[in-house]
């Protein structure tokens, strides 16, 4: 005998002749819940807001870097931007900045490029931003669909002449305050 959802479902499916438009409902709906279940937010995280991370426990940049470690959103991460951090971050003077030695710097990066949503970038989106290193951080937001681009720089981010690629350019200050609401 079937269970009462099955009986419930064949009778309003069969009996009925609507077996397809319910199939069709309780499919949409189960990949709906699924989507809503399953989805993180994906960010794009400029250099800047790594260095402030790794250079003070307090602050907005720190947060962000720990939620992306804790996996509650996924940071998008291309070649060219891996190495930009990685550039950034491996100058002798950041390094006595930040109190790091240099297998530590590459053991951080290791940890955010495992967890990283990898995205190879196979053309140029040049917004002739003010730092050419921008641009490919502003190519990876828009390949990986990001939700947000972090930076502290937000004004260099402003002055864009392409506008409307569904990311929105975010301080990391503004970011946290936003995610802690939506929790």
């Not at 930040?98 to 495992?114: H, K, Q, R, V, Y």
Request: proline share 2%; with cysteine; glycine share 4%.
């Amino acid at each position: 005998m079937k269970s009462n959802l099955g009986s419930t479902l064949y009778n309003s499916c069969f009996l009925t002749g609507s077996f397809f438009s319910s199939l069709s409902l309780i499919l949409e709906l189960n990949i709906s819940l699924l989507c809503a279940i399953v989805y993180t937010m994906i960010v794009t995280i400029d250099t800047n807001v790594i260095f402030s991370a790794l250079y003070s426990k307090r602050g907005a940049s720190h947060q962000i870097l720990k939620l992306v470690l804790d996996e509650k959103i996924k940071l998008a991460l291309s070649p060219q931007v891996y190495f930009e951090y990685w550039d950034v971050l491996a100058r002798k003077e950041n390094l006595e900045k930040l109190n790091l030695s240099m297998p530590e710097i590459e053991t951080i990066l290791d940890l955010i490029a495992l967890l990283a949503k990898k995205h190879s970038i196979y053309f140029l989106l040049r917004p002739n931003l003010i730092d050419e290193n921008d641009n490919m951080i502003f190519e990876c937001a828009f390949a990986s669909n990001s939700d947000y681009l972090i930076t502290s720089n937000i004004k260099y981010f402003r002055n864009t002449e392409l506008k409307g690629f569904g990311f929105k350019v975010i301080t990391p200050g503004d970011f946290y305050k936003l995610w802690e609401l939506k929790k």
